[in-house]
């Protein structure tokens, strides 16, 4: 069974551009989340999607969306980077909902550097 | 915010078993105790997870007090290869995917 895929591995924008990150999740699996890894701040929570609903979100600015499609797939998107978008962002999937303790799995990751 | 505090790093040798502390004093009864590890950058993986009762599984022991105050994760035998940063998340059992991580404790294995 294939894992959580993040494409593109690696990217380096520029200041003021904006930048779009994939997730395929799991086959199966309908619970997307995102989250942002940094030296400073360690893993904090973006978002989650469930069946392209948003249902939770995290202390980011607005800057910071999302969407999932009716495939599960999911997308993320930065506008106006600034250099503190640098970070490595993880994408999660799971099954479903609810139902007692279930477990999620990460991608490899897509690091984002600003210059 | 997360609701776990751990110790900022350990250290064990190799063959050890590597004895990981949690304390989630403020769990609450609907609460899953989930680890997880990360090794040098990659993506967190799943370690195990539990409500209340002890689980194990091919990776690891998870031990949760009676009163589900604190829990510890048991790596029976220690090798090079874990080596990493372990996380203790507490999450509602409806929030399958929103996690809070806190800084998790990096252990160290020694030859």
């Known amino acids: 069974k294939a894992g959580v895929t993040q494409t593109p591995r690696y990217l380096i924008k520029t200041r003021g551009q904006q930048v779009t990150l994939s997730c395929s999740p799991i086959?199966?699996?309908?619970?997307v989340s995102w989250y942002q890894q940094t030296p400073g701040q360690g893993l904090q929570f973006l978002f989650e999607y469930f069946s392209e609903t948003q249902r939770n979100k995290g202390n980011f600015p607005g800057r910071f969306s999302g969407r999932q499609f009716s495939n599960s797939r999911s997308e993320m998107n930065v506008s106006t980077l600034e250099l503190g978008d640098s970070a490595l962002y993880l994408c999660?999937?799971?099954w479903g909902l609810g139902g007692g303790g279930i477990e999620a799995f990460f991608g490899q990751g897509t690091r984002l550097t600003v210059v | 915010d997360a609701k776990t505090t751990q110790p900022t790093s350990m250290d064990c040798a190799e063959g050890r078993a590597a004895n990981l502390p949690c304390n989630h004093s403020t769990i609450s009864g609907n609460e899953y105790v989930y680890w997880y590890r990360q090794i040098h950058s990659q993506g967190p993986q799943y370690i195990i997870h539990g409500l209340k009762n002890n689980e194990t599984n091919e990776m690891a022991s998870l031990i949760i007090t009676e009163d589900r105050k604190s829990s510890t994760l048991i790596l029976p035998h220690a090798t090079l290869r874990d080596t990493a940063v372990y996380y203790c998340?507490?999450?509602?059992?409806?929030?399958?995917?929103?996690?809070?991580f806190g800084a998790g404790t990096r252990l160290t294995v020694k030859p």
């Open positions: 086959s199966g699996h309908r619970s």
């Open positions: 999660a999937s799971s």
């Open positions: 998340i507490v999450r509602a059992w409806y929030n399958n995917n929103d996690m809070r």
